[in-house]
C-alpha cells in the first residue's frame, strides 16, 4: 500500500506562491502515476495535475497552465504542486493520489482509478 500526506497550505494573498508537498510511504511510490487534485467549498473535487511515473510526462487543466507546475523526486517519494500567481479562486483543499501504473502507462486517469488518497490540505488565497 501507498500513505500520502499533503503539506505546505496555507493562508496566502493573491498573487503569491505556495508549494505543496505530497510524502509517500511504502515501496511503490516511483511506480506510481501522480495526480493533484482540488476541491472548493460546495464543489466536486476536481483535478488539477497529473505526472507520470518517471516525472518527464505531465498535464494540467486550463485554470492553472502557466501558473500551477507538477513535479515529484522518487528519490524522496515526494511529489510537489508549484503554485504561483494564486487566485482566490484556487482556495480549495488539495489532494494528492497515486495510481499504480506500468512503465509506460498513462499518467491521467480519471479519479475513480486513482488507488490511493491524502487526507487534503488546505489552500486560502485572499483577495
Known amino acids: 500500500q501507498v500513505q500520502l500526506v499533503e503539506s505546505g497550505g496555507g493562508l496566502v494573498q493573491a498573487g503569491g506562491s505556495l508549494r505543496l508537498s505530497c510524502a509517500a510511504s511504502?515501496?511503490?511510490?516511483?511506480?506510481?502515476?501522480m495526480g493533484w487534485f482540488r476541491q472548493a467549498p460546495g464543489k466536486e473535487r476536481e483535478f488539477v495535475a497529473a505526472?507520470?511515473?518517471?516525472?518527464?510526462?505531465?498535464y494540467s487543466v486550463d485554470s492553472v497552465k502557466g501558473r500551477f507546475t507538477i513535479s515529484r523526486d522518487n528519490a524522496k517519494n515526494t511529489v510537489y504542486l508549484q503554485m504561483n500567481s494564486l487566485k482566490p479562486e484556487d482556495t480549495a483543499v488539495y489532494y494528492c493520489a497515486a495510481r499504480e501504473t506500468a512503465v509506460f502507462g498513462s499518467y491521467y486517469y480519471p479519479e475513480v482509478e486513482y488507488n490511493y488518497w491524502g487526507q487534503g490540505t488546505q489552500v486560502t488565497v485572499s483577495s
Open positions: 511504502g515501496r511503490t511510490f516511483s511506480r506510481c502515476a
Open positions: 505526472i507520470s511515473r518517471s516525472g518527464i510526462s505531465t
